[in-house]
Structure formats: C-alpha cells, structure tokens
C-alpha cells in the first residue's frame, strides 16, 4: 500500500531553515510528482510546490520562490522540502502529496517558528 | 490564480440528515483535454486530509458511496446523502486544471447538531 512517512515536529527560530523529508514506499517513486502544502493554524491548505522525482525538476509558488528548495533522493525513495529565512508566519504543518491529483498524503510535520 | 469559494464554510448537520457544500471557481475548470479536475478532501480533527472525490464525480477507493460529487464549469456541489458522526471534519475543494497554482476552497466544518 502507498505510504508517505514524514519527519518529526521541528522547532526554529526566526531566520533559520528547516528541512523536511517524505519517504515514499509502495509504489515507484520516480513514476509520480511529489507536491508539498501546508497548513497553518486553524487555516486552509496551502499548495507550496512540486517535486519531479525522475527529472529532479521543480515548480513552486511564487509566494516561495527563492525560499523553498526542493530535492530528492531516489535511492531511498524520499523527498525533501528546505524552507530558508522563516518568520512566525511559517508555523504550520507541512505535508507531503502524492501526484497533482493529491492522492495520498504523508501524516504531516509541525514546524514551528518562536523566538 | 484560481478563487475557489465554498459555501457554507460552517454546517450543523442532524445525524441521518443530508448535507450539501458548494464549491465555485473563478473561472471554468474544463481542461484542454476535457476533463475538469475538481476534487474534494475530508480533514477530520487532528488527522491528515484525504481525497474522497475526484474529478468532480469519481469517489476513491473505500469512500462511502453516501459521498458525492458533482457540478460542471465553474460550480460544484459535494453531497452526503445521510450524515454519520465519523463525518466531521472539514471538507475542501481544490481545483487541479489551472496550475501553477493548485489551489482550495476556504473549507466548510461539519459538525452534529
């Protein structure tokens, strides 16, 4: 069965980095895109961008662009979302998703940003 | 980008009553290949969302047919045609034709009565 396995709850602060993994198994990783969102506290779901595993190539959404660095590893069958320079505004849960049509979903990693 | 707007954004529900959620894009959903790559997700308190509808009609595997989709253009509806305690959550559309960005509805809170 398809299972996203994520990393644990990360705390930061402020200007730090974070970097988030996605380990992909019952399926073949390459063959589908891995998207990334987040959710805020008590707000909306939140599509950051996307993940080639084959290719290594990405897209993101502008609100990201130039702070999010997507990456793989294909020989573990896992995906990696970096996000440089946080703010308190980039407390969320991040998850990692399956294809563009969103199918499956890994179990979610708090990140939060505090002084 | 794609506005989805959902209404109502909350909905008290009787157990073994229907409910009904409105979905509506700012602009159509048909893709060039025809289809129109609407979805629905459920997020029950403290879990992950889960897909229950795709394109605007097609339930995943293991959803209970008591869910439903349908629409066309630019409106959406997700149906349930008895509500069950275990469906309380939120439930959000999400467009997947005009991308970069994909992008959701606010979301609508069910909860019993």
Redesign the interface.
């Known amino acids: 069965q398809v299972q996203l396995v994520q990393s644990g709850a990360e705390v930061k602060k402020p200007g730090a980095s974070v970097k988030v993994s996605c380990k992909a198994s019952g399926y073949t990783f390459t063959a589908y895109y891995m998207?990334w969102l987040r959710q805020a506290p008590g707000q909306?779901?939140?599509?950051m961008?996307w993940i080639n595993p084959n290719s290594g190539g990405t897209?993101?959404?502008?609100k990201f662009q130039g702070r999010v660095t997507m990456t793989r590893d294909t020989s573990i069958s896992t995906a990696y979302m970096e996000l440089n320079r946080l703010t308190s505004d980039d407390t969320a849960v991040y998850?990692c998703s399956r294809d563009?049509?969103?199918?499956y979903?890994?179990?979610?990693t708090l990140v939060t940003v505090s002084s | 980008d794609v506005v989805m707007t959902q209404s109502p954004l909350s909905l008290p529900v009787t157990l073994g009553q229907p409910a009904s959620i409105s979905c509506r894009s700012s602009q159509s959903l048909v893709y060039s290949d025809g289809n129109i790559?609407l979805?629905w997700?459920q997020q029950r308190p403290g879990q992950?969302?889960?897909?229950l509808i795709?394109k605007v009609s097609n339930r995943?595997s293991g959803v209970p047919d008591r869910f439903s989709g349908s629409g066309s253009g630019t409106d959406f509806t997700l149906k349930i045609s008895r509500v069950e305690a275990e469906d309380v959550g939120v439930y959000?559309c999400?467009q997947?034709t005009h991308?970069?960005?994909?992008?959701?509805?606010?979301?609508t809170k069910v909860e019993i009565k």
């Open positions: 998207h909306g779901l939140e599509w961008g897209n993101s959404a502008q998850y563009g049509a969103l199918d979903w890994g179990q979610g | 790559y979805s997700f992950s969302p889960r897909r795709y995943d959000y999400m997947g991308w970069p960005p994909w992008t959701f509805g606010q979301g």
